[in-house]
């Protein structure tokens, strides 16, 4: 399996790990998704992770392949609501988006999604 990030490949694979019908990959699909990711593998091998003759195998045989998308506004809005109020592990990340758009903020910096969207419209979508 191939995960793009910030298309709901934890979702899909929580899904897939319960499809497998193992009591317990069902348990791991009910876990935190930093111990999904981690021991999802033992269930659902991750393409770069086999051997190249078993990744000639598969890609010879007949198998189907699916890519899903996610609306770029939901996308945005998905990832700022992870990465800014839910994760505790990407504190060196919202430091790094607040000096970035905001550089003289102070210690009660609030977490503003316009003040996000104005700085990524100001920075990336300069008129040329």
């Given at each position: 399996m191939?995960?793009?990030g910030k298309?709901?490949?934890?979702t899909?694979?929580?899904?897939m790990?319960?499809?497998?019908?193992d009591?317990k990959?069902v348990?791991v699909?009910?876990?935190s998704?930093h111990?999904?990711?981690?021991k999802a593998?033992?269930?659902?091998?991750?393409?770069?992770h086999?051997?190249?003759?078993?990744r000639?195998?598969?890609l010879?045989?007949?198998y189907?392949k699916?890519m899903?998308?996610?609306?770029?506004?939901?996308?945005?809005?998905?990832?700022y609501?992870?990465?800014?109020?839910?994760a505790?592990?990407?504190?060196w990340?919202?430091k790094?988006?607040?000096?970035?758009?905001r550089?003289?903020?102070?210690?009660?910096?609030?977490?503003?999604?316009?003040?996000?969207l104005?700085g990524?419209n100001s920075?990336?979508c300069?008129?040329?």
């Amino acid at each position: 399996m191939c995960l793009v990030g910030k298309t709901a490949g934890t979702t899909w694979l929580r899904l897939m790990l319960q499809l497998t019908g193992d009591p317990k990959a069902v348990k791991v699909a009910h876990t935190s998704r930093h111990i999904l990711h981690g021991k999802a593998t033992a269930f659902i091998p991750r393409f770069d992770h086999i051997t190249a003759s078993a990744r000639d195998q598969y890609l010879t045989g007949i198998y189907y392949k699916a890519m899903f998308v996610r609306e770029p506004l939901e996308r945005i809005i998905s990832g700022y609501r992870d990465k800014m109020f839910r994760a505790v592990d990407y504190g060196w990340m919202q430091k790094q988006i607040k000096l970035m758009f905001r550089p003289n903020i102070s210690v009660r910096f609030i977490k503003s999604f316009s003040s996000l969207l104005a700085g990524i419209n100001s920075n990336y979508c300069k008129k040329t």
